[in-house]
Structure formats: C-alpha cells, structure tokens
C-alpha cells in the first residue's frame, strides 16, 4: 500500500514496496528553457507560469528517519533559518539581533 504524507509545503513522504521515499518540490520555467522561443513561435498562447514538480530526494527504511531527514534538510536550507529569524519582516543584521536582547533586559 502506497503512502503520501504531507510534511510541509515544500517536502512530503510517499513510499514503494521497499521505502519511505522524501521527495522534494521545485519549479520549473519554462521561459527558460532552449526551446521557449520556438514553443512561443508555435503557439504565442504559450503558458509561462513555472510549473510544480516533485524529485525525490532520499530513501529510508523508516517513517521516523524519513521525518528527521526532512527536518535536517529544513534546518540545512539557508533561507529556513532566515525566514524564521525574519518572521516580524524586517531584514535581519547582527546589531538588530543583539540590540533586541538588549532592549528585553
């Protein structure tokens, strides 16, 4: 029986007989692609929009280590990290992060 597990928007857990498999989601542009202007040439109603893909990106034997490999590939992604810093929106810098610790004491 095939599983499909969302973890986050961007990662998600699917399985074969044998593995929990983590796969992976990007975009894709197709304007940038070596034959747009041809497809644009052929048909000027072309779609643009970047499509969503899936690749899988690690096999495990366990839904527990497929979980911890997705968290470790989150916390690895730099801009994780930064977003998570950054969630009031503003950009982030060594003197923001310390003068608000030292405004909290």
């Known amino acids: 029986m095939a599983i499909e597990i969302p973890i986050s928007p961007d990662y998600k857990l699917t399985s074969d007989t044998l593995n929990i498999i983590v796969n992976e989601r990007y975009f894709t542009d197709p304007t940038k ?28 034997s366990t839904v527990e280590r497929a979980v911890l490999d997705v968290m470790n590939r989150r916390l690895r992604n730099p801009g994780a990290l930064r977003s998570a810093l950054n969630a009031k929106g503003r950009a982030l810098s060594t003197r923001s992060i310390f003068s ?3 405004s909290k004491e």
């Open 33 to 60: 692609a070596p034959n747009w202007p041809k497809k644009l040439a052929e048909n000027p109603n072309a779609d643009p929009t970047p499509k969503e893909k899936w690749r899988e990106v690690a096999y495990h």
């Open 100 to 102: 608000e610790s030292k």
